[in-house]
DNA sequence: GCATTTATCTGACTTTAGTCAGATAAATCG
DNA sequence: CGATTTATCTGACTAAAGTCAGATAAATGC
């Protein structure tokens, strides 16, 4: 059985390797070589400074310099002294650089959208390739205070409302759900952390506070594809921190008794079941933890 | 949305070329270049003839035939004129190069497990892993009559009666379903079709004649991960093609009302609903072809 | 201020990968 | 049988990738 598994693995490895390797030779059609493209690349992604570019390419200073050089004399890039620190250099793209790099996101693009279009119905696919996704760069997963009203946390709070009104069966309102009061969770009340796999969100929570010792925790959501790798019990520890830097002493929460892994989750990690709080329509399940 | 998808697609691809990466670096440990490795990895595999390997490695003649030459000179493979046309010549392991292989296997088995090991339940972690399998690599399945003894079609057999079981929710036996005759679905009263990508079954189908004019259509099964890629309209293709070449005139074949996927394929490939026609307790829909 | 460290560059070199034009030998065609 | 085709090999070459030992210049430590 483990060794059917693994071959499962590798059969999944090998079929995507073929996809890869479709990807790079469509890469050294724009007449360069692949190590220049995909330094191009990295560039166009952001990633400046050149020790940054070494890591994340594993390359030598002195391929990458010459890497560099070629690009330059190309004129797709441009190097200079990073003013901070005049020892190290970034580079950026140039005008030229910023067009060819949009044509090897075209590129790209356009093998994802054939993977896509051989498929009536993606959406199986899409779901899978997440799982897979997710799982295998699962320590890139980063937690991190943001703005509620940020386009990340946006994301999340929307999928948080599109999945409880599936669950509950019932067209969920935002605004009906008890707490017009979303300011409260901002600094310097309270707060909202968003899990994210690069620009991926991945998960989300929200502490309610008024300034007092007394706060909630809201909007405790886990996108589908995450779920399973123990990151609500790591953006419940990232809360509960939070909190306890706001100052608040008694975090409570409600939800309904259809989530069970959550409640499974809050018991194990030591809160404790009370009565009903509020008379909001959808919960129906109460809990506080002392911090 | 459309632009979503394809940036799901792109982080997919990205994160497992991360993966696909650290397994070639690893194989570089041997000492040997990727070329070599991938060269004695493909001749362990089972390719064997010089044609074959240049083709699915993408070699040139020259630039094969010189890997090989450091093969033999490690004393890891064994070339030899192939009998039936010494014009080509064949390949294989010498002892030392099956344990060589075992050792790169054995690396690949490791990365394997590893990326396994980092998950308390991988269930759900294969499940996607072979949905995305199937589905890059869909045109490589194969449709073969094979004897319903054989491995493959064992595994395919299980595997319906387990799903049957949860699907009717009651203990599916394959004994008590109506066909102690399995031996009716064989050359030369019928057949048994297997779908199959590699190793891998994917589906399967059943035709149980008796040497007349009337045959039957059972065990009609597609792997959950192959499943909404049309595969299920393909195999009924071909076992219906099987049932001609048999001279069968007329097909028949039960089902459960709960397997609603397929009642609605055989609406669309022709099929017309007939009155019961036995007294098995599983199926209560019942359907009808002539070809 | 001077030694040391850090970040990058350059030159010289090796290895790996890939290409291509013959050479060779067996098979095939007419 | 002789011409042609097919499969492979070899030599000669180029391109790409990777390594390593200085050189240089800015920052840092004492």
Known sequence: MQIDNISRVRNFGRSVAVEIGALEDSFLDRGR?????????????????????????????????????????????????????????VTRLTEAGEKEFGIYEQLSNERAANILERHKDARRLLDAMDIVTVALSRENIVFEEMDYTSDLATKCLNAFAAELSKRLKVEFDLKKSGDPGLSQMKQPLGTFVVARLGDFPVGCVGVKGNGGALAEIKRMWIAPAARGLGLAHQLMTSAEKAACALGIKTLRLDTNSTLFEAISLYRKMGWTEIDRFNDDPYPDVFFEKHL
Chains 1, 2 share one sequence.
């Open 33 to 89: 070589p692949l190590g220049a493209a995909r330094v191009l690349n990295a560039i166009g992604l952001g990633y400046q400074n050149l020790s940054e570019l070494r890591t994340i390419l594993k390359l030598d200073t002195g391929l990458l310099s010459r890497l560099l050089r070629s690009l330059e004399a190309e004129g797709l890039i441009e190097t200079n002294p990073n003013p901070a620190d005049k020892r190290s250099r």
